[in-house]
């Protein structure tokens, strides 16, 4: 069974559409995550969600919006694509808040042309 | 603020040979943990290794080892026995356990000759 999934698994669109990606954690974890993996390999945490609140919130681009339904569901959409924004982009949940062990997606890889 | 130093952006090893990964990182945390995440070309990030810096002792998980030297905030990885499936790139990454946040090295990409 899968531990955290991601759809879609690959993305290409054009630009200033507006998408979203879904993730599902079956772990029973309290805590999910989206990071961003860019081109050069490097990866950023974005946004954090413990119990459906919103946690962390780095210094992202206000056209991307996590919503958390409930605690196995972190979606992330993202409205008006520019270029920039193709990347990576996993999805994380873990049990323990500060230094629990985090369980990836396998990613959904965004191209914007 | 918490920073994450990986100086070894390439790195090769021969099969069955040893290798160590460099790391360092700075963190004004008291309580933090650091962690090796491996991505091989499938680029699934899977923890390889993880140390809780108020534990002395280093970490091993079968063939992965670390030196973990808190006072030079130093965390490298030893890979014993390499093998091909080893190829992958490798992060570093330390989380505050105040703020959860797990920030990441720019990896180290590890190939395996046979």
């Known amino acids: 069974d899968t531990a955290v999934s991601q759809t879609p698994k690959y993305l290409v669109t054009q630009m200033g559409n507006d998408k979203s990606i879904k993730c599902e954690q079956n772990?029973?974890?309290?805590?999910m995550y989206w990071y961003k993996q860019d081109s050069k390999k490097f990866l950023k945490i974005m946004f954090s969600?413990?119990?459906?609140?919103l946690i962390i919130n780095e210094t992202v681009p206000n056209r991307f919006s996590p919503k958390s339904p409930d605690k196995a569901h972190l979606n992330l959409h993202i409205n008006s694509l520019e270029l920039g924004d193709s990347a990576v982009y996993f999805c994380?949940?873990?049990?323990?808040w500060g230094g629990g062990r985090e369980y990836f997606g396998p990613g959904t890889r965004l191209t914007v042309l | 603020a918490q920073t994450v130093t990986q100086s070894q952006p390439e790195m090769s090893v021969q099969e069955a040979e040893t290798v160590t990964l460099s790391c360092t990182y700075d963190?004004?945390?008291?309580?933090?943990?650091l962690f090796w995440y491996k991505q091989p070309p499938s680029r699934q990030m899977i923890l390889v290794i993880r140390?809780?810096?108020?534990?002395?002792q280093n970490a091993t998980e079968n063939r992965f080892s670390v030196n973990f030297q808190k006072a030079a905030k130093s965390f490298s990885l030893k890979i014993s026995d390499s093998q091909l499936g080893d190829t992958a790139m490798y992060f570093c990454?330390?989380?505050?356990?105040?703020?959860?946040?797990?920030?990441f090295g720019t990896g180290t990409r590890l190939q395996v000759f046979p």
């Open positions: 140390q809780e810096a108020y534990k002395q």
């Open positions: 772990l029973g974890h309290d805590t």
């Open positions: 994380a949940s873990s049990q323990d």
């Open positions: 990454a330390s989380q505050s356990y105040n703020t959860d946040k797990l920030i």
């Open positions: 963190t004004s945390e008291n309580n933090y943990y």
């Open positions: 969600y413990n119990n459906k609140e």
